[in-house]
């Protein structure tokens, strides 16, 4: 089952914060970002492990909590590069035969 | 070093026909994984070969099916088109297998299919 990713999509200005929740109903073991922009491959940002860690990369940060199958992306100071469509794919846990499940993405715009 | 490569870049078949897709992971990558992509459903995963092995299989009907080389080149093959199958399928390679580890997999551009 398609995790569900929050909000579907979102414009902001540039320098604004910007959250992208993903959810899912199953016991996770990881979750995977990833960010496409149009007529681009998926680029990945990162991979996040069971255990309630957090990561960073530059101004973009995510969280997971395996108790309540969530992982939230933050994007801080947003910058017109920012824009894209992001993607969160989930692993459920004991579930490595279904491969990773990714939601339908948050379409992010960026405006000067 | 080269990315991943997926040949052709554009395809138009007919209903019924069947269709081979190419990815050419990159080099020292084991681990080839398949994805549809249309604008309906977003990302779904069709199925990932790690080591010419068949490591794990998305819900897609059968005549979705591909297999990995022992240069781990991976074709994907599609049977008895349907209109329904007209997406964007793309491939990632990745060095371990996606799923179970730490693994950053590398996507290519893609092969646009369109079923007419």
């Known amino acids: 089952q398609q995790p569900v990713q929050s909000p579907q999509a979102v414009i902001l200005r540039e320098g604004e914060d910007a959250v992208i929740n993903c959810s899912s109903s199953?016991?996770?073991?990881?979750v995977h970002w990833y960010r496409q922009k149009h007529g681009e491959a998926p680029v990945f940002l990162m991979i996040?492990?069971?255990?309630?860690e957090q990561k960073g990369h530059d101004k973009i940060s995510a969280s997971f909590n395996e108790k309540k199958q969530q992982s939230s992306l933050y994007l801080t100071a947003s910058q017109l590069s920012y824009s894209g469509t992001y993607f969160c794919g989930t692993e459920r846990t004991g579930g490595g035969a279904d491969g990773l499940t990714f939601g339908k993405g948050t379409h992010l715009i960026i405006q000067p | 070093k080269a990315g991943v490569t997926q040949t052709p870049r554009y395809l138009i078949k007919t209903r019924g026909q069947q269709v081979t897709l190419s990815c050419s992971p990159i080099?020292?990558?084991?681990?080839v994984s398949w994805y549809q992509q249309t604008p309906g459903q977003g990302l779904q995963f069709l199925f990932e070969?790690?080591?010419?092995?068949?490591?794990n299989k998305g819900n897609f009907p059968g005549r979705f099916s591909g297999r990995q080389f022992s240069n781990s080149r991976s074709e994907m093959n599609v049977s008895t088109l349907e209109l329904g199958d007209s997406a964007l399928y793309l491939c990632?390679?990745?060095?371990?297998?996606?799923?179970?580890?730490?693994?950053?997999?590398?996507f290519g551009q893609g092969t646009r299919l369109t079923v007419v």
């Open positions: 199953k016991a996770l073991y990881s």
């Open positions: 996040l492990l069971k255990g309630g």
């Open positions: 070969y790690f080591s010419e092995t068949q490591r």
């Open positions: 990632a390679s990745s060095l371990a297998p996606i799923t179970g580890l730490n693994t950053e997999a590398f």
């Open positions: 080099s020292g990558h084991r681990s």
